[in-house]
């Protein structure tokens, strides 16, 4: 791990969620940081503003502080500016999501990350980089399957109706339109965004889990050495659990039905397809010193 000095410049860049949700520990982060070397505090009030302003960070170094998804949107700009592999990333966790950068070994609360920033060193990190070049920093899921709302049979008009010559317009256009709103079921969640049920899941090319095996949920973990662990849950029968599929490897395909994944705290989709490759230690974030 590589330590800095004091004495470095830092660009502080502050989301504009933290901001508004615990104004008190970004200012505690900012006394702490001011006290131990030179800052210049960005205030982007959007994603764009927020990548500029790492963009155009010249020689600081970065210091971003919000929640898990300011610190993915920071490990995202940088990577689609092909910065992140030079940047060292510091972290300081505020907002009500952190659970992402916590286990990534930043420190809880805003003195002893502050203090991280100041004294701590790099720790390079394995990545998930997908084909769209989106970015994975701690685990991909896909979600287990929805149930699904049985659909409303249509029912035809009873044969004692009366007929609707010499009704009144209106009485004809409610008619219409109450067999109208019979015949169409409802839309639901799963009719809109449908959870996958039958994926074929692809480790190095090898396959782990085809078409043919109802998948109830997919998890993809990137690990040491550039590796990322796979686990494919089957779908379990009545009164029967089936035993997870395991597999290693640095290339992750899913392709089937349409599916939607979670990424990190980012749900995207639906895809037919999608790949993911391991990138072995594409990215660097501060954190402390290990105790000798």
Not at 11 to 22: M, Y
Not at 50 to 66: M, Y
Not at 189 to 216: H, I
Not at 228 to 257: F, I, K, N, Y
Request: hydrophobic share 45%.
């Amino acid at each position: 791990m590589a330590t800095f000095a004091t004495s470095d410049q830092l660009l502080v860049v502050i989301d504009p969620v933290a901001r508004r949700t615990d104004g008190e520990s970004v200012r505690i982060a900012k006394d702490v940081l001011s006290g131990g070397a030179a800052i210049k505090v960005s205030l982007p009030d959007g994603p764009e503003e927020f990548a500029r302003a790492l963009a155009r960070r010249g020689s600081r170094r970065p210091v971003v502080v919000g929640d898990d998804r300011a610190l993915l949107r920071a490990v995202s700009a940088l990577h689609r500016q092909r910065e992140l592999a030079a940047c060292a990333l510091s972290f300081v966790p505020v907002g009500d999501v952190m659970s992402l950068a916590c286990s990534l070994g930043v420190p809880e609360g805003p003195v002893a990350a502050a203090r991280a920033v100041l004294d701590g060193a790099v720790r390079r990190l394995d990545l998930l980089v997908d084909d769209s070049d989106g970015v994975v920093l701690g685990a991909l899921r896909i979600p287990p399957l929805a149930p699904r709302e049985a659909p409303t049979v249509a029912t035809a008009p009873s044969p004692k109706e009366p007929s609707a010559t010499g009704q009144h317009p209106w009485l004809r256009t409610c008619q219409s339109l109450v067999r109208t709103l019979v015949t169409r079921p409802p839309r639901t969640t799963a009719d809109a965004g449908a959870e996958p049920s039958r994926l074929r899941v692809e480790v190095d090319g090898e396959t782990v889990v085809d078409l043919d095996q109802p998948v109830e949920a997919v998890s993809v973990v990137p690990r040491a050495a550039g590796v990322a662990e796979v686990e494919v849950q089957p779908l379990s029968g009545p009164g029967a659990e089936a035993s997870p599929l395991l597999a290693q490897g640095r290339t992750v395909t899913v392709s089937g039905a349409h599916f939607r994944y979670r990424a990190d705290a980012v749900v995207s989709g639906p895809v037919r397809t999608r790949t993911w490759m391991v990138r072995e230690g594409a990215w660097g974030l501060v954190v402390p010193v290990p105790p000798a």
